[in-house]
């Protein structure tokens, strides 16, 4: 992994393509964002840095600590998240500035990185000192703690295997899987979802297939120009995988690829406060899935919090 010196280098310049990180009024988190989502880790960080350099806020600081974190540089988002917890303003910023430390706290810990402290509000650091003020000092930036090779402490957590006991919780949910409610449920029973939810059908989409989007018939050009919602049908046809394993990718999916980690969103993205995902590996990404959601979930093995009427969303595969 590159040390933290690496990056000191011109953080009030131009990029090739025109940015300016020494802008105080540039839109730097946004830019940020979509450096990042090119693969471009370097300028990335500096957009974070001038973020929090121009806007000097604890929302800043752990944005950038979470770029810190993503890149193995632990100490360096150790130090940096606890000199934004002194900057919090409202409930909201400290519940973010929370989320974001506890993720911090799981990823050093699975990752083996040596946690100074768990307490984000005392006066214990990693001793390198937050990277914000740091960064434009040349020469000042040693090299922080290097973690692994692969870069898998990102926003959130990679959870270890489970105890051999929550296997007996799945093989229970397994075995009513597909169960219907009582008959004199209210709700609507969906046979294609994992877990039944009490809330009426939603309004019917329309359903376009793959010839049709291919095809230039003009009637599906809304469809294809993405101006209104619909289902697209006929994508998954001639997939092995639903013939070969329907009933059984629980178990198989995660077999292949045990080491693979995904983008898994606990708490989707209807939470305007808990948007980060969580970097999990496959295996614990699909129990966590087949886990019903509620108050009692932590007591089945789910390894996230329950947050009361925000819901499950899916997995998002980031590779093998």
Same mark, same amino acid.
């Given at each position: ?97 929370? @989320?974001? *430390?506890? $993720? %911090?706290?799981?990823?050093? /810990? ?5 946690? +100074? &402290?768990?307490? #984000? ?115 998954? @046809?001639? *997939?092995? $995988? %639903?013939?070969?394993?329907? /009933? ?5 999916? +995660? &077999?292949?690829? #045990? ?62």
């Amino acid at each position: 992994p590159a040390s933290a010196s690496d990056y000191e280098v011109d953080v009030d310049g131009i990029a090739a393509d025109g940015y300016d990180f020494g802008d105080p009024a540039g839109p730097h988190t946004k830019q940020a964002i979509a450096y990042d989502s090119m693969g471009q880790t370097e300028l990335s960080l500096r957009a974070f840095l001038a973020a929090a350099r121009f806007n000097q806020g604890s929302e800043s600081k752990a944005n950038l600590a979470v770029c810190l974190m993503r890149m193995q540089k632990y100490f360096d988002a150790y130090d940096t998240m606890k000199a934004g917890f002194k900057l919090v303003r409202s409930d909201r910023e400290r519940e973010h500035l929370e @989320e974001n *430390w506890a $993720a %911090l706290m799981q990823s050093m /810990e699975v990752m083996k990185v040596e946690i +100074p &402290s768990r307490d #984000p509000h005392d006066q214990i650091y990693a001793g390198v000192g937050d990277y914000t003020t740091r960064a434009f000092a040349p020469g000042a930036l040693p090299e922080s703690d290097a973690g692994e090779s692969d870069d898998h402490g990102g926003a959130g957590v990679v959870p270890g295997e489970a105890a051999p006991a929550k296997k007996k919780r799945r093989k229970k949910k397994k075995s009513t899987e597909g169960a219907r409610p009582a008959t004199h449920s209210p709700w609507p029973y969906r046979e294609k979802l994992a877990h039944q939810r009490s809330v009426v059908l939603g309004e019917p989409m329309p359903r376009v297939s793959v010839e049709e989007m291919d095809g230039d018939d003009p009637q599906f050009a809304p469809y294809r120009q993405r101006l209104v919602p619909f289902i697209l049908t006929g994508g998954l @046809e001639g *997939w092995k $995988a %639903l013939e070969e394993w329907p /009933e059984t990718w629980q178990t198989y999916l +995660p &077999s292949l690829f #045990p080491n693979s980690v995904t983008d898994f969103y606990p708490y989707n993205m209807l939470s305007n406060n808990r948007h980060s995902p969580y970097l999990t590996r496959l295996p614990r990404a699909v129990r966590e899935l087949l886990i019903e959601p509620g108050p009692r979930q932590q007591a089945y093995g789910s390894k996230v919090r329950f947050v009361c009427g925000v819901v499950w969303c899916g997995v998002v595969w980031c590779g093998v």
